[in-house]
């Protein structure tokens, strides 16, 4: 594969993920607008969200097979076409349980074949094997390239022409996908073709993947991944104006979580390919915990607000290429959207839990301070959770047999 035709495919994609990721990422926006024009409580708005993360999850993995049987790009035309139902849907919502199948149902439907499963799976069989760690990373920055640059764009939008035209915005912005899906058509690079770590089928790919406890260590990592980026996304700018912070450094939070994320998700895809994957994972979420607690014992102000969003921004998903890298590594390219579609329904398990307990907590406390402590003992329990993991790919017999090292 030629350098120009790498970096076509790669950007291509990254330009997807970043529509799609951007729109999401700006949710949290809508928090307050939609909670005071329908007379909603907090907890009414982050169960719609919480809702959406669930039935993401539990749709990946289906669209994760979907994809390995039927191709990427077709997968990824049906589910952007329920993502732009969703957001028209949750446009017109006069009440709680409209909004929780607009936003909630139809957006998660959406997401679940529009975002890293889909995606991420298409761009690891058309690469070349030693580029997939840097190409995973690259396109897992693209949807902070779109929460970087959409974040602002809804936030001016919500404040000069309300909530309902920033949704219908960005329901036409979404159906931009539809043309750039078609650039992951083709077959699998040819460096890929009969890897000695492959599974011979779906069903053999599935049951080396629940016999292996590494897979299992990775599940429940992710969920604290989960955890975390939906609590904060769904709840950080809330908190702030909670706090007294205007809503315009609210806003710019979000944005500089996206951007930092550009630099985080590259530099996690570059030193993947470099360097143990799990151990970096480990470090990661040490990291996570350690700058949470640190933002919640600064006195906050604009300036720690703004430092805090940075910090966590470079650690936001760079998670993605590296778990991702972590099931490739093992079980190998074939069903790697499939199994990395189970793996992400863990995270969307866990992205459900930090959505609605946000809320939840908030309603019953007035304040976000325990949620913010389970998220740093979470943190320091995923940590614990990667470093056994056994990452030494299998072999194809092994693939076909329940797997006796347990990990």
């Not at 039935?55 to 994760?64: D, H, I, N, R, S």
């Not at 690259?138 to 909530?163: C, D, H, K, Q």
């Not at 016999?211 to 950080?236: D, E, K, M, P, Q």
């Not at 992400?344 to 946000?358: I, K, P």
Request: hydrophobic share 55%; with cysteine.
């Amino acid at each position: 594969m030629t350098r120009t035709r790498f970096a076509y495919l790669v950007l291509s994609a990254g330009l997807l993920v970043a529509i799609t990721m951007g729109v999401r990422q700006s949710f949290g926006l809508f928090l307050e607008p939609i909670s005071s024009s329908l007379s909603l409580d907090r907890q009414t708005f982050g169960l719609a969200i919480a809702i959406q993360n669930l039935v993401l999850g539990l749709a990946l993995p289906v669209a994760g097979m979907a994809a390995d049987h039927f191709g990427a790009s077709r997968i990824l035309a049906v589910c952007t076409l329920a993502y732009v139902a969703g957001l028209l849907f949750t446009a017109l919502s006069p009440d709680a349980v409209s909004l929780q199948i607009g936003l909630g149902l139809l957006v998660g439907l959406g997401l679940s074949g529009t975002t890293w499963v889909v995606v991420l799976g298409a761009v690891a069989r058309l690469v070349p094997h030693e580029r997939t760690s840097l190409a995973l990373g690259i396109v897992t920055a693209g949807g902070s390239v779109g929460m970087f640059a959409l974040v602002p764009v809804v936030e001016r939008l919500l404040a000069n022409y309300g909530w309902t035209t920033a949704l219908l915005v960005l329901a036409g912005a979404t159906l931009l996908l539809l043309p750039v899906a078609m650039v992951l058509r083709g077959p699998a690079h040819p460096g890929h073709g009969i890897a000695p770590d492959a599974p011979a089928s779906m069903r053999a790919a599935l049951r080396a993947a629940a016999s292996h406890r590494g897979y299992w260590l990775l599940n429940g990592g992710f969920f604290v991944c989960g955890f975390h980026v939906a609590f904060i996304a769904t709840h950080l700018p809330a908190y702030l104006t909670d706090k007294g912070i205007s809503s315009d450094v609210a806003g710019l939070s979000l944005a500089l979580i996206g951007f930092f994320n550009i630099l985080g998700s590259y530099f996690c895809g570059l030193m993947g390919g470099r360097h143990s994957r799990k151990h970096l994972l480990a470090l990661l979420y040490i990291m996570r915990s350690v700058i949470i607690a640190v933002f919640l014992v600064v006195p906050l102000s604009t300036q720690s607000a703004l430092l805090f969003s940075a910090a966590i921004g470079f650690l936001w998903l760079g998670t993605v290429p590296l778990t991702s890298g972590i099931v490739t590594q093992i079980f190998g390219m074939r069903y790697m959207s499939t199994l990395f579609g189970v793996v992400f329904l863990s995270h969307q398990l866990g992205a459900f839990t930090g959505a609605w307990l946000g809320g939840y907590v908030y309603d019953l406390t007035g304040s976000y301070n325990v949620v913010w402590l389970i998220s740093i003992g979470l943190g320091l329990l995923a940590a614990l959770l990667h470093w056994p993991i056994n990452d030494a790919p299998l072999s194809r017999r092994s693939a076909r047999e329940p797997v006796a090292e347990a990990g």
